[in-house]
């Protein structure tokens, strides 16, 4: 619901060799393997919701199981914070 009211960020934190079934459409960009060197564009398309007025409800972090990397780079992102 977040996504078609444009009120979430998705971030594809797949690495480039596990993008073979295609991208997230307007998702950022963030591989694990450099996802620190990514955050400030993480952190700009938050607040470019913000800058346009509506108040992001969730950042989304996608990968290709779940189970690593997306928590792994959402706990990179918090600590960034």
């Known amino acids: 619901a977040a996504l078609k ?3 979430a960020v998705v971030v594809d934190v797949r690495d480039v ?3 073979g079934g295609g991208r997230v459409r307007g998702a950022v960009s963030a591989p ?3 996802f620190s060197d ?3 564009a993480v952190r700009a398309a938050t607040k470019a919701l913000s800058d346009g007025g509506r ?11 779940s189970a690593r990397r ?3 780079c ?3 992102l918090l600590k960034d914070l």
């Open 55 to 65: 108040r992001p409800e969730m950042v989304c972090f996608h990968c290709m199981e």
């Open 74 to 76: 959402a706990r990179r």
């Open 38 to 40: 990514h955050v400030p």
């Open 32 to 34: 694990d393997a450099t």
């Open 70 to 72: 997306g928590p792994r």
């Open 5 to 7: 009211r444009g009120t």
């Open 17 to 19: 060799e596990d993008r």
